[in-house]
């Protein structure tokens, strides 16, 4: 499993949270001493982006996979590039500026990144991508707006907006289902659900003037960002995709706000949730219960995203103030393991006896108990 081969060789930190423990794995940088990890597929492998140890801020996509380690996925021939999204093939999306300095999207196959087409405009960013290689974003128009845009083997495709200027895809999933916010003709941000030609609002499930639609996973479920009735800042938002069911406010540590990022099939929730001392801490939410994934000993973290393995990818603060891109990665509880252990003891008796007999009724020659063995 991609989380065991995380853990292989790495030194780790283990927090003990509720029913499950996580090694909280450093993926190291670019040299620059900050980075952040964005996305992962089920293999394990974790994308985003890294300072470079250079004079001034240049920041560098990177992939990072056990055995492997972090590599640095270079740009369209500016100074930097940012990595969000992978796929089961390994293909990545993000963005990076070209030598004009102008942030384009773009798609990273293997070492070869290609820049995706735009709306017409010089701008766009890809914040999506599925396992049958359609990705999503916002790209600018020649006008100079900016809409969430489709990329497919055909270029990239205007999922226009709810009646104004602009509008944004966050997440696609592999039935092709998009989600994101556009405005509308009020010039409101509405949660926007994309499932044919034309968005539907789901701003009313969040609640509030301000609302978004974060990710959707294959079952249908959705990440919804709002401020529900009564609240005072934003919080993150569950919905089952059902229309008869209602959304469910995933609240805080005791702070203020909430925000979701990623999600998987289980729905398994990660984001950051505002502790009451003013700090935020990543989180993952069962469906249940909100765990607080702590930090590195500094005072914040937050996630980005899940495999189906359960593998959690983001960032988090050392005590000395330093972000890194950190994979929290579950350990089997002891109980599990030697039930586990215990279960895999029984059935070698089990086969012990079956072979002992089977070889008492019907002699074998050397060639049979090669393979029986």
């Known amino acids: 499993m991609a989380a065991s081969l995380a853990v292989t060789g790495l030194g780790l930190a283990v927090n003990t949270l509720g029913a499950s423990s996580y090694a ?30 250079v004079a001034g801020i240049v920041q560098h996509a990177f992939s990072w996979q056990a055995g492997g380690g972090i590599s640095d996925l270079g740009t369209l021939g500016g100074q930097n590039s940012r990595a969000v999204d992978i796929n089961r093939s390994g293909t990545i999306v993000g ?21 995706l087409s735009t709306l017409g405009g010089s701008s766009g960013a890809a914040w999506g991508l599925n396992n ?22 055909s270029g990239a495709k205007d999922l226009g907006t709810l009646g104004g200027s602009y509008s944004i895809a966050y997440d696609i999933n592999d039935g092709g289902s998009v989600v994101g916010t556009a405005y509308d003709a009020a010039g409101r941000e509405r949660a926007s659900l994309w499932d044919s030609a034309m968005p539907v609002d789901l701003g009313g ?18 990440i919804l ?26 609240g805080t540590f005791g702070g203020a706000e909430s925000w979701a990022y990623g999600m998987n099939d289980q729905g398994f929730v990660v984001g950051w949730a505002g502790e009451a001392d003013g700090t935020y801490h990543a989180f993952v ?3 249940t219960a909100m765990t607080d994934l702590g930090t590195l000993g500094g005072p914040f973290s937050s996630a980005y995203g899940i ?33 586990l252990m215990g279960g895999m003891f029984g059935l070698y008796v ?3 006896r079956q072979r002992s007999t089977r070889n008492q009724s019907v002699p074998a020659t050397e060639a049979q108990k090669l393979e029986v063995e």
Do not use: C
Not at 25 to 47: C, F, H, K, P, T
Not at 132 to 153: F, I, R
């Open 95 to 115: 963005w990076a500026q070209d030598v004009a300095g102008f942030v384009r999207p773009a798609l990273w196959s293997g070492s070869t990144v290609t820049e």
């Open 24 to 53: 909280i794995v450093d993926l190291g940088d670019l040299g620059g001493q900050y980075s952040q990890a964005r996305g992962i597929n089920e293999q394990g492998q974790v994308v985003g982006e890294s300072l470079l140890p």
């Open 205 to 222: 499930l969040s609640g509030g003037q301000w609302t978004a639609a974060r990710s959707i996973n294959d079952v249908g479920q959705i």
């Open 132 to 153: 049958v290689g359609l990705a999503v974003g916002n790209s600018e128009l020649s006008a100079g707006e900016y809409h969430a845009t489709l990329w497919d083997a």
């Open 285 to 287: 939410w069962d469906g």
């Open 225 to 250: 960002w709002g401020k529900p009735l009564g609240a005072t800042a934003n919080h993150a938002v569950f919905w089952s995709g059902d229309a008869g069911s209602p959304v469910i406010d995933l």
């Open 307 to 339: 495999n189906d393995q359960g593998t959690i990818v983001g960032w988090a603060q050392d005590g000395g103030g330093i972000t890194h891109a950190i994979a929290w990665v579950v350990v089997p509880e002891p109980s599990r393991v030697l039930l």
């Open 350 to 352: 089990m086969r012990r």
